[in-house]
């Protein structure tokens, strides 16, 4: 709808429609995925709370609860972010190992 506002000599055309929202701009969120530890039979749980606390930086506690997490239901989420923050958590978590046993088991999932 139009309508005609005059101040004196000057008229202006008014409109009183709403702007249509310009999509093309609003900031879009990227979508989280969760970083997933495994239980394993290989690794001592000394050095998977040791890799834990150095690579998330968690005190002892917090890392001992989450390894006995992944110990009893099979899997533990580490955390949950952007793609490039969990991949760099992920390499990091794997590249310290423990003598020739190998990497802990680590998996990268979509929430």
Known sequence: MKS????????MTVSSATP???TANQ????PPYKLLLFNDDFHS??????ALSKVMRWDIPKAMGVMLLAHHQG???LMVGPLEI?????EQ?????EGAKGPLRCAIEPC
């Open 4 to 11: 005609v506002i005059s101040f004196g000599d000057v008229r």
């Open 20 to 22: 249509e929202a310009d």
């Open 75 to 77: 899997q533990a989420v």
């Open 45 to 50: 749980m000394d050095f998977v709370v040791e």
């Open 93 to 97: 978590l794997v590249s310290v190992k």
């Open 27 to 30: 900031i879009q969120l990227m």
């Open 86 to 90: 969990v991949e760099l958590k992920m």
